[in-house]
């Protein structure tokens, strides 16, 4: 889909020089397209261009997917392979071209309903980040969605919610919630109809099944039977907030736009997955949105995921438009109410009487500075040099590199400033 329009700046340059690179993979190594804003392109690149897109087209079609599936599960369990260097489901007339590379015999219905546990997690960093919810999270999620009377989910970059929407469906008679997942990962077109799944690029609203894909979408949004709907997203965390913001915003209008009469002045529900220190950025575009206490818990990251000794603190967070006191968490995993607050907090979390909110951020208890007037990290003191709380090493005034969060030298990432609006 289309590029993304970004600025080169060098230090203590004022204006830079705008060019245009993929919006998906934020490195070089996995899309080395690069075009100068101002470039002009000769016909001869041009058509090199469209030769090398056309060489690199997944190998089916989704609707040709589709009808293999189909085929699949006709076959007996003997003859059910999956290969693991493809990545894909094997018809009997395949095996030949696959006999050399690893392979998974007697696929069973059960894996077929649980892709995400049959594919391996897409783990680079910088494009598909594939982190996948440890199961506890994801039931927790799902159970939250479905007390709070949704019975819709836009699975957004959530193939491990879809799953377990999908197969609970499948399952259980009563359990009438429904799912699509837009996700940038072709491979679970081999899984899922197109009513199930679309092709979907969350940086610049990219539908790669086109206007039928974006029809589908329409539809699904379309809250028939006061069927409610929310949108659950769990973005790479590495990508731009400015551009996820953007197409979560062209979402948000698709649902509004459903409604003849309109949504008065609602906003489409919505779950932004994402590391709370990211939580002035997404406020920036989203000012109705607040952060839970929740920390959502990953299979596959080392970071991220409950160790076997007790937990391991996650810095991932759910951002909402719903009304913080509706987001019930569970008592059981140490979460309280606060009634002064509103809101569902960490067990260490507590009320600030001075900044009158819990103030931790990372479910540690903080400490009240009153000459910050706020509260800042345990591990936070007050240098007078900088004037601020910062870390005990730190040098005073000087780091190189700019923030990460602001651009402004002077502090890194974790200590800017606008982060800490609160
Ligand atoms: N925790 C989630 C998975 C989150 S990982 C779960 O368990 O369901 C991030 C997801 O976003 C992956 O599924 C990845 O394929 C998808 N993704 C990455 N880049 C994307 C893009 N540009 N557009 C749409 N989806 C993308
Ligand atoms: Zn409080
Ligand atoms: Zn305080
Ligand atoms: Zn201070
Ligand atoms: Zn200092």
Same mark, same amino acid.
């Given at each position: ?35 100068? *804003? ?11 261009? *469209?030769?090398?897109? $056309? ?23 003997? +003859? ?42 897409? *783990? ?103 069927? $409610? ?27 509004? *736009? ?149 651009? +402004?030298?002077?502090? +890194? $990432? ?9």
């Amino acid at each position: 889909g289309p590029a993304l329009l970004f600025v080169k700046t060098s230090q203590g340059k004022e204006e830079g020089r705008r060019f245009y690179a993929c919006s998906a993979c934020r490195d070089r190594k996995d899309c080395n397209f690069f075009q100068w *804003e101002d470039e002009k392109v000769s016909e001869t690149r041009l058509a090199a261009r *469209e030769e090398y897109n $056309r060489n690199h087209q997944p190998s089916f079609t989704h609707r040709q997917n589709v009808d293999r599936y189909k085929n699949f599960v006709l076959l007996p369990l003997s +003859k059910r392979r999956f290969c693991q260097e493809c990545q894909q489901l094997l018809l009997p007339a395949e095996w030949e071209e696959h006999l050399d590379h690893q392979f998974l015999c007697d696929i069973t219905i059960t894996q077929l309903k649980s892709p995400s546990q049959l594919l391996y997690p897409l *783990e680079n960093k910088k494009t598909n980040a594939q982190y996948l919810f440890a199961d506890r999270s994801c039931r927790f999620l799902l159970n939250l969605l479905v007390d709070l009377g949704f019975r819709r989910v836009l699975s957004v970059g959530t193939p491990r919610l879809h799953e377990m929407i999908q197969s609970r469906a499948s399952q259980e008679e009563e359990f009438s919630v429904r799912s699509l997942l837009l996700d940038i990962d072709f491979r679970y077109s081999q899984f899922y109809t197109e009513d199930e799944f679309c092709h979907y690029n969350m940086f610049n609203h990219h539908f790669f099944g086109g206007e039928a894909a974006r029809e589908t979408c329409r539809k699904f949004l379309y809250e028939e039977n006061g069927e $409610r709907v929310i949108m659950v997203t769990d973005p790479p965390f590495g990508g731009l907030v400015e551009a996820l913001a953007s197409s979560f915003k062209k979402l948000m209008a698709m649902w509004k *736009e459903t409604e003849k009469e309109g949504h008065d002045n609602k906003e489409m529900p919505m779950f932004w997955i994402f590391p709370y220190f990211f939580e002035s950025r997404i406020l920036d575009f989203f000012p109705s949105f607040s952060m839970m206490d929740y920390q959502v818990d990953y299979d596959n990251h080392a970071l991220y995921k409950h160790g076997k000794t007790g937990r391991r603190q996650s810095p991932v967070r759910i951002f909402t438009n719903l009304p913080p006191n509706v987001i019930v968490l569970p008592e059981e995993e140490g979460y309280r109410f606060c009634t002064v607050c509103q809101r569902y907090v960490s067990s260490g979390n507590q009320h600030c009487e001075i900044c009158n909110s819990c103030t931790s951020k990372d479910g540690r208890r903080w400490k009240h500075c009153v000459l910050c007037k706020k509260c800042v990290k345990p591990s936070w003191f007050h240098c007078t040099n900088c004037n601020c709380c910062t870390l005990q090493k730190h040098s005073c005034e000087k780091t190189d590199v700019g923030c990460f969060v602001c651009g +402004k030298a002077g502090h +890194k $990432r974790s200590a800017c400033p606008s982060l800490s609006r609160t």
